[in-house]
């Protein structure tokens, strides 16, 4: 069974702080590892798609990395409108299965 | 009017009730799926539908009973509900073909309450 989880629950951080999240998974055969932020009352919003071990993709004050067993979101200098909530989720086998998500990350960035 | 589109914002039923939930994309996409996402859980895939054929059900409680009568459109009707079953309920279509690995494309979602 497929699975994925993600740490810490919670982080809060002061404005500038730069910090990671961590999400490990035990998939047989992974064929794409998805990174999703989601703001209270929406749905999540894409962010990454990291398919095989050592990628990398930067977007704005985020970064993902990926190796065989876990991907991190490093968030650098970051400031109150990054504060959400972080999905990681990832896609296995070979069927029509659609993702695998873990619990999430609640980040907040206090000013 | 662009993306994925979910109405009602928010629902309250009682659990003789029957309702639908309904979705609409704008996107020109091939799949779309059924997601219920309650607290402290992981989201978790209900139905999927690949050019408007089912393809995936999860296990899913025959009080939830999904249409998709063409690939715009995705339809979640609903009896005799649990009130367990409150949740914020999700809409999201990708691309490809469901299983394509295509990223997913989320509406704002329906918060059910089950009285």
């Known amino acids: 069974e497929d699975q994925v989880t993600q740490s810490p629950e919670a982080l809060r951080l002061q404005e500038g702080e730069s910090s990671s999240l961590n999400c490990s998974y035990t998939?047989?055969?992974?064929?794409?590892l998805f990174w999703y932020r989601q703001d209270p009352g929406k749905g999540p919003e894409f962010l990454f798609t990291?398919?095989?071990a050592g990628e990398e993709k930067e977007k704005e004050r985020l970064k993902a990395t990926l190796t065989k067993k876990e991907s991190f979101l490093h968030i650098t200098a970051p400031k109150p409108e990054d504060s959400a909530t972080y999905l990681c989720?990832?896609?296995?086998?070979?069927?029509?299965?659609?993702?695998?998500f873990g619990k999430g990350t609640h980040l907040i960035i206090q000013p | 009017e662009t993306g994925v589109t979910q109405t009602p914002r928010h629902l309250v039923m009682g659990m003789t009730n029957k309702k639908s939930l309904k979705c609409e994309q704008h996107l020109g996409h091939n799949a779309m799926y059924w997601y219920k996402q309650s607290a402290k859980k992981p989201l978790e895939l209900m139905f999927v539908y690949s050019l408007e054929e089912r393809v995936e059900n999860n296990s899913v409680p025959s009080r939830f009973s999904p249409e998709c009568p063409n690939s715009s459109h995705l339809f979640l009707h609903l009896h005799t509900l649990q009130p367990e079953d409150s949740a914020l309920y999700l809409c999201a279509s990708s691309q490809g073909a469901a299983g394509t690995n295509e990223k997913l494309f989320f509406g704002s979602g329906t918060q059910l309450s089950v009285l």
């Open positions: 989720a990832v896609q296995a086998g070979g069927g029509a299965d659609g993702l695998t």
């Open positions: 998939v047989s055969g992974l064929r794409g």
């Open positions: 990291l398919y095989s």
